[in-house]
């Protein structure tokens, strides 16, 4: 039985080091396990006791019994006669166990272990997926595209050892993704589902915008500029409002790279997704119309409500410009600065209208 036990703690102990799951806890599982097997086959009484010690090899089952003059339940008790079987020493209200042999609980409690062993295996993998995917959580990495659904246009990638779902509403519109690509995802949240853990991954959340400005932007990499906002359309505009912490440092420039390189890069990787840089400011006027461009602003007035809302005016010309293809220019402007945007003509008429909704 030595060399036996010898070998099981010496196979849990292979199990901790290729697979990282810790020997107290598959004891643990194994010894709650070898309960639920005894006790299915000796009455479902609470008198079972597994002792396990890797240090000394011990491996031991026992049914404590109780010894009383008169047996009432047999499970859990036995005459002293009986008791003396066991021990010599037995004595009347004394606790005895009875030592079982593994034949004597079944194969039940063994495939039990073994099944134990498995699922301490999934979830001790589960485990450390879901700290694989947290330390990515909310960060730009690179997958590979094993499989695109036909029918949904889902795309199933690889993001290390690791499989991931990148659906059809959370790709840049236009974008054609085929088995076998490497693309650039962003990770908006890490979530435990029935299946394991899952990452729950974007190209058209604006966090991807700000980590591809990280990845070639210096200045923002070591905090000299701060990406104070983000507005994306994906697939056809971004606004990005951006600080210099440094007054030598121009944000914008620093963004826009050098012949416009930097922002050129970026705009690839997107697909062509057009992105205008604004300069940030704490000053609500100066911020809502620098975030209107390329449109020119005449003036900005704030409603002295507080309801965060405020009244344009820009050129006759530049109204359309102000406004954008079906409210967008308006509409991402808004989203950037927070505020409710109404933007009139100069001349006070309407070549064209826009409504409220558009703006929000």
Known sequence: MSKANTEFFEALRLLEKEKGIPVDYLMEKIRAAIVIAVKRDYGGKENILVVMNP??????????????????????????????????????????????????????????????????????????????????????????????????????????????????????????????????????????????????????????????????????????VEIKAISREAGSRTKMAVLSRDENVDAVGACIGARGARVANIVEELGGEKI????????????????????????VVVDEGGAHSCHVRVPDSQLSLAIGNKGQNARLAAKLTGWKIDIRPESGFYGEDISEEETE
């Open 276 to 299: 205008d840089i604004i300069e940030y400011s704490e000053n609500p006027e100066e911020f809502i119309a620098a975030a209107l461009a390329p449109a020119k602003v005449v003036s």
């Open 55 to 224: 240090d000394t090899n011990e491996f031991s089952v026992a049914l404590n019994k109780t010894v009383v003059e008169e047996v009432g339940d047999p499970d859990t008790e036995m005459t002293l006669d009986e008791a003396r079987r066991y021990s010599k020493k037995a004595k009347m209200g004394d606790l005895v166990g009875i030592q079982l042999e593994t034949k004597q609980f079944g194969r039940i409690a063994a495939q039990t272990a073994k099944h134990v062993i498995r699922q301490g295996i999934r979830e001790a993998e589960r485990g450390q997926q879901m700290q694989e995917f947290q330390r990515k959580n909310q960060e730009l990495v690179t997958a590979i595209v094993t499989r695109v659904d036909p029918k949904t246009g889902a795309a199933t990638v690889e993001i290390g050892k690791a499989e991931s779902v990148l659906p059809l509403t959370e790709q840049i519109s236009g974008e054609d993704i085929r088995e076998g690509d490497r693309i650039k995802v962003f990770v908006v949240d890490v979530r435990e589902g029935d299946k394991g853990p899952r990452a729950l991954i974007s190209r058209t959340h604006p966090g991807l915008v700000k980590r591809l400005f990280e990845m070639e932007v210096p200045e923002i990499f070591n905090g000299v």
